[in-house]
């Protein structure tokens, strides 16, 4: 029975423990001035947002955030104005309060994804990337990625409903995500591709196909280019359909 007591008045004190604790930290919340911003972010994320620009543009979504009580601070506002950048997958902000020497301080925890592009499309007037959702992120000179570029003819329609698709087909086949570094299309709307080894063009003709296609090759790879053929073909054609025709140097 006095171990039952004991049991029992050790848990109310751990009851009483935490409710004072919780209002203790709602009170000093509610005092504590944020004095610094902090942002963090995965240093291998291939496309990365300068910190300092991002701090700027936090103190723009609220420009009295360093003079606020952390209770003041609405985090959502600045998790939505991060958020518009198109580099920005997504935004959570932090309130939190440190322990420096005995006495607290208010630190703004920014944590970012950022988007993963695929894709790099470069044309006479536009240069941009690509990222798995067809979102499209400027191209910058702060950051450089090494991905699939396509040039020539191709719209910003062509490019998410056409290429992306063949994209992510490529990326997820090991071989052919090894073996094609570039894509060219041109005015009528053929797809070529320049592969890594073999010193020839694989032209695509319509990509809607493209599973089907690549099939072929690979099978023409096996029979034809595989007996230390590779450097005897200027071009292989997949235009038409299920035929290989390919044209030596």
């Known amino acids: ?34 004095t610094d911003i902090q942002v963090v972010f995965n240093k ?12 700027r543009l936090v103190k723009s979504a609220d420009n009295k955030v360093l003079s606020k009580t952390l209770s003041e601070i609405n985090a959502e506002i ?11 997958l997504k935004a959570d902000v932090y ?29 006479s007037s536009a240069s941009y990337y690509l ?21 020539g003819s191709v719209s910003e329609t062509f490019a998410v409903e056409q290429l992306l698709p063949f994209i992510l087909y490529v990326e997820d086949n090991d071989f052919w995500k090894a073996q094609i570094q570039q894509i060219y299309v041109d005015n009528d709307g053929d797809v070529l591709l320049s592969p890594l080894v073999g010193g020839h063009i694989i032209e695509l ?13 690979s099978a023409f790879y096996k029979q034809v280019l595989a007996k230390n053929n590779w450097d005897k073909y200027e071009m292989v054609s997949l235009k038409y359909n299920n035929q290989v025709v390919a044209k030596r140097k």
């Open 78 to 88: 600045i998790e939505e104005e991060i958020e518009k950048l198109p580099a920005i």
């Open 205 to 217: 003709g319509d990509i809607t196909n493209y599973r089907w296609k690549l099939h072929i090759m």
């Open 131 to 151: 990222d798995k959702f067809g979102m499209k992120i400027p191209a910058s000179t702060n950051y450089a990625t090494n991905v699939m570029v396509a040039t």
């Open 1 to 34: 029975m006095v171990r039952k007591l004991l049991n029992l008045t050790g848990f109310l004190v751990l009851i009483i423990f935490i409710v004072g604790t919780l209002a203790f930290t709602s009170i000093e919340s509610k005092n504590i001035i944020c």
């Open 44 to 55: 291998n994320d291939v496309i990365n947002i300068d910190k300092e620009r991002l701090v």
């Open 95 to 123: 309130k939190l309060m440190v322990n420096e020497n005995g006495a607290y301080k208010g630190t703004l925890v920014v944590k970012v994804k950022h988007r993963e592009p695929v894709l790099r499309v470069i044309t």
